[in-house]
């Protein structure tokens, strides 16, 4: 009897919490290791570390590709974006509807719609320019931000109406701000408050219809430019390098910014109703002889098939669901985030357009403990890269021909990939290769232009 009361109770409180709220903090390329809880120790992020302790650090969780609009793409599809030819970051053009999230693709605003939720983008979109995927046509019921993959910090240089009046490669950094489908004239303040502003009126404003939300907090910092305020600036005065500081002072920037939104779910005591997760898109960059961004123990960085390119700061909280304080040790992926909200809706993927991420909710309250991927994959077109992540094994080509010169790493012994073992272990290599191989054949070829391939040149 007591065991069909515990699960009638399970039952009810299943059907209780099937329908989180769903907070995704994405920041952009920001290091492994330059965040509290992945052990840095120059840049305090108390609020963000805060999601780690009250939840778990994901210590391997990756993205699907290590620079930010097939990352994005890959996010909020659930699929490795290949599958869809978002290969590289698309070309900013107002004018071409191929550049961006096709529209046979549904991103998660548009999944979620099919369950009652009302969901916003605060910050950087990436997922095509041109009318048609304008986030208020792709499922979104509110944007605030920008459209390209980049912004100025300051508003004061906003000095562009819109993208109409872009001349040269990096302009749209200064287009005004859009508000829905409206552009504004902000004149004052620091664009990651003032993306946090928008982002805590959302959820006042959501938290009160009772109503499931989703709201996308995509962060354009810590990306370059290095743009910080004075009251960011003066917390780290002790950092002698200034593009470091520059830096540190746009992650504490993020991180006030977190604070404010956790204090808003305290605010309005939704905590135990939210799943929240914060990662960053990609791995730190590491330009020139002093880089300002810090990978940890992984080698390279953003653009890398390496771990620094891919491996990611990455945290999530649900209070009274996800046990606190844990340390998660298996490989995940930022595809799992929307498979997670689809099964916590009891929604059913497209059968063609299967989802490659997992519900990882089950492996972080305990119910699960096998691995929820048996396989990540990576692929690089442009530059025939490639890698397979299978268990502690990674075979791995980062930039040259696609031939038998990819190499085998043991990540358990040697998470920096410096001691190739492909020649001990040839068997497992081939077959991991031979796998890799098998994937390919169900992508497709990038689509669009390039950024580099820029609309005026047309
Ligand atoms: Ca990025």
Redesign the pocket.
């Known amino acids: 009897m007591n065991k069909i009361f515990t699960l009638l109770y399970l039952l009810i409180l299943n059907s209780a919490i099937a329908s989180p709220n769903l907070i995704i903090i994405l920041t952009?390329?920001q290091g492994y290791q330059d965040i509290g809880f992945n052990g840095c120790e120059d840049i305090p992020t108390q609020y963000i570390d805060s999601i780690a302790k009250n939840g778990v650090n994901c210590v391997d969780a990756h993205v699907s590709y290590p620079?930010?609009g097939p990352s994005r793409a890959g996010l909020l599809t659930g699929r490795y974006q290949d599958r869809f030819g978002f290969t590289t970051n698309p070309t900013v053009n107002p004018e071409n509807p191929i550049a961006g999230l096709p529209l046979e693709e549904k991103n998660i605003a548009e999944v979620l719609k099919q369950a009652g939720y009302s969901s916003a983008i605060i910050g950087k979109w990436h997922m095509g320019t041109h009318p048609i995927h304008h986030p208020l046509n792709r499922g979104f019921d509110h944007f605030f931000g920008f459209l390209s993959g980049g912004h100025d910090y300051f508003p004061a240089k906003y000095n562009l109406k819109d993208l109409s009046e872009v001349k040269r490669i990096w302009d749209w950094y200064r287009t005004h701000l859009i508000r829905d489908r409206e552009r504004i004239q902000v004149s004052k303040g620091y664009l990651t408050d003032i993306l946090t502003d928008a982002a805590v009126a959302f959820i006042d404003k959501k938290a009160v219809e009772k109503k499931p939300f989703m709201l996308y907090l995509s962060y354009n910092a810590p990306?370059t430019p290095l743009q910080a305020s004075d009251k960011y600036l003066k917390r780290f005065s002790h950092i002698k390098d200034s593009k470091r500081r520059t830096y540190a002072a746009m992650v504490s920037a993020v991180d006030d910014g977190v604070g404010r939104v956790i204090k808003s779910l305290k605010k309005h005591k939704i905590e135990e109703d939210t799943l929240v997760f914060f990662l960053s898109?990609?791995g730190g960059p590491l330009k020139g002889p002093m880089p300002f961004t810090d990978n940890g123990p992984f080698s390279k960085g953003?653009g890398s098939l390496h771990e620094g390119g891919t491996r990611v700061p990455f945290a999530v909280q649900w209070k009274g669901t996800i046990p606190a304080g844990q340390i998660y040790k298996k490989p995940m992926s930022s595809l799992d985030i929307l498979a997670s909200i689809t099964a916590l809706n009891n929604l059913k993927p497209h059968p063609k357009r299967p989802l490659d991420g997992v519900n990882i909710i089950p492996y972080l309250t305990g119910e699960k403990n096998s691995a929820p991927h048996d396989k990540l994959f990576w692929r690089k077109l442009t530059n025939q890269g490639f890698s397979l992540r299978q268990g502690k094994y990674k075979i791995l080509l980062d930039n040259g021909r696609r031939d038998n010169s990819y190499k085998l790493y043991d990540l358990a012994k040697d998470p920096g990939e410096y001691k190739d073992i492909k020649n001990k272990h040839p068997e497992l290599a081939e077959s991991m290769f031979k796998e890799w191989e098998k994937w390919e054949k169900e992508l497709k070829n990038c689509i669009f232009p390039t950024l580099e391939e820029v609309w005026w040149k047309r």
């Open positions: 952009d390329d620079v930010c990306h898109d990609n953003k």
